[in-house]
């Protein structure tokens, strides 16, 4: 028609369409409840599906998810078991060679501790998909509340003259530094990690000659910090019994780890293969150069303890440190005994860690065989307070085996009968509950969403 405008008929207001994010909760959200409406057309994307049929993709993703925590809290079972193994097992044979419960277990179990710990967090921060805004904040405000009172505690147990190094307040320092990576998606923190692993050995072994002479209070309690606060500082981040600041390493791989989509296969795999082949690397050049000498390996390491006997070195290299770290040079460096801090026993640790996770996940989803782990697992803080304690109290003459099985049939009898009546620990549940008052004293209140993963 000439001269006469035609104009197109606007639509008129539509529903707004929620693009699936590729979570199974938004599916569901958008299937009707009503009996009469059993299909309906899903996020107008013209396909046509069943509540049934939907359902079932839920409780498989929940499954799956399950079937994760499980697998986590075993695992934090199993360390927490192999920590009992270590602290209260002999050693060393008769012959005086090492056992196979040492050799498997020294330095690894309290790595693979290390990297739950950054597991945890990074669940309890949004597992694969970091938390925003004030949702983050509270997480912030709960990791550095969380991490204040794991000092406390451990400062308090320290009181009592513990028989064993107490990891307690090397966590909290750890959980503290962790803070400003919490909003890190799992490259960047896997990346990171193995970054650190490498370079914070060295930093601290740079830092540490520099503070050498100052006291050592690897245990530090309350009358340690006010008489001498440095010393312990310089204790609980670079010469202490662990180190925060190169332990810290393991955590951040943890939080790595934490943030995969760990109820899928592939990334279960992925770091059972990666963390295998890590710790056959390790070892191989370890053994190539310190044990069989290979390009005066073993040389370069009896350079860092002048007037030191052969044996000495050989014990520091297979039984680790009983004191302060060497600082008269950077050749011990290479080895990779158990809580040397060095780059290749963190390497070690690391992936016996990210080993035994994707294992014990891997058997959760299959098996129900993995339960009394799983218990055990789920209140680690009260039995390790429990084990510290018991370790310090029990008679001299009591026997090393027989208290090693009095310690573990607590620990399976206990958690048995105290998770029949409670969701958490004894001292799980103090932590939460302050945790919580102190994080609504602060102006966060309480999450309104449900979708922090328990660890």
Request: with cysteine; aromatic share 8%.
């Amino acid at each position: 028609m000439t001269g006469t405008t035609v104009e197109r008929p606007m639509p008129g207001p539509r529903r707004p369409r929620e693009i699936w994010t590729g979570r199974s909760e938004v599916w569901l959200s958008e299937v009707s409840s009503d009996p009469a409406e059993p299909m309906r057309n899903v996020a107008g994307g013209g396909l046509r599906v069943s509540n049934r049929m939907l359902t079932n993709v839920v409780d498989r993703e929940r499954r799956r998810k399950r079937a994760r925590s499980s697998g986590v809290d075993a695992a934090r079972g199993f360390a927490l078991i192999g920590m009992f193994a270590i602290h209260m097992l002999p050693a060393a044979r008769e012959d005086g060679e090492p056992t196979v419960v040492w050799q498997l277990l020294a330095g690894n179990s309290a790595a693979l501790f290390a990297v739950l710990a950054g597991v945890s967090l990074a669940f309890n921060s949004g597992a694969e998909r970091p938390f925003t805004g004030t949702q983050m904040n509270r997480s912030r405000a709960n990791v550095a509340i969380r991490g204040l009172l794991l000092i406390a505690l451990g400062v308090g147990l320290n009181q009592i003259g513990l028989a064993a190094f107490d990891i307690l307040p090397y966590f909290g320092v750890m959980f503290l530094l962790s803070i400003p990576l919490l909003p890190l998606r799992a490259r960047t923190l896997l990346i990171s990690g193995a970054v650190l692993i490498v370079a914070l050995p060295i930093l601290r072994f740079l830092i540490h000659r520099q503070v050498d002479g100052l006291a050592w209070h690897p245990n530090p309690t309350l009358g340690e910090i006010v008489s001498a606060p440095v010393d312990v500082v310089t204790s609980l981040l670079i010469t202490g019994a662990y180190p925060a600041l190169t332990w810290f390493a393991l955590v951040c791989i943890g939080m790595g780890i934490g943030r995969l989509q760990l109820h899928f296969t592939t990334p279960r795999m992925l770091i059972i293969v990666v963390g295998g082949a890590a710790l056959l690397f390790a070892i191989a050049v370890t053994r190539l150069l310190v044990y069989l000498n290979r390009f005066g390996g073993y040389t370069t390491v009896r350079t860092s303890f002048p007037g030191r006997s052969t044996d000495d070195v050989d014990d520091f290299l297979v039984y680790g440190p009983t004191g302060p770290l060497p600082t008269a040079s950077p050749g011990w460096l290479i080895s990779g005994g158990p809580h040397t801090n060095t780059p290749f026993a963190f390497i070690i640790g690391a992936g016996f860690a990210m080993v035994a996770i994707g294992a014990f996940i891997l058997i959760a989803r299959r098996s129900n065989l993995l339960r009394p782990l799983v218990q055990i697992g789920r209140i680690p803080m009260s039995l390790y307070v429990s084990h510290l304690i018991l370790l310090t109290m029990a008679p001299a003459d009591f026997g090393a085996i027989r208290l090693f099985i009095v310690q573990c049939l607590f620990a399976f009898a206990f958690t048995a009968l105290w998770l029949r009546f409670f969701k958490r620990g004894p001292v799980e549940a103090v932590i939460t509950s302050v945790t919580r008052i102190l994080t609504k004293l602060l102006g966060f209140g309480t999450p309104s969403d449900r979708s922090v993963t328990r660890s």
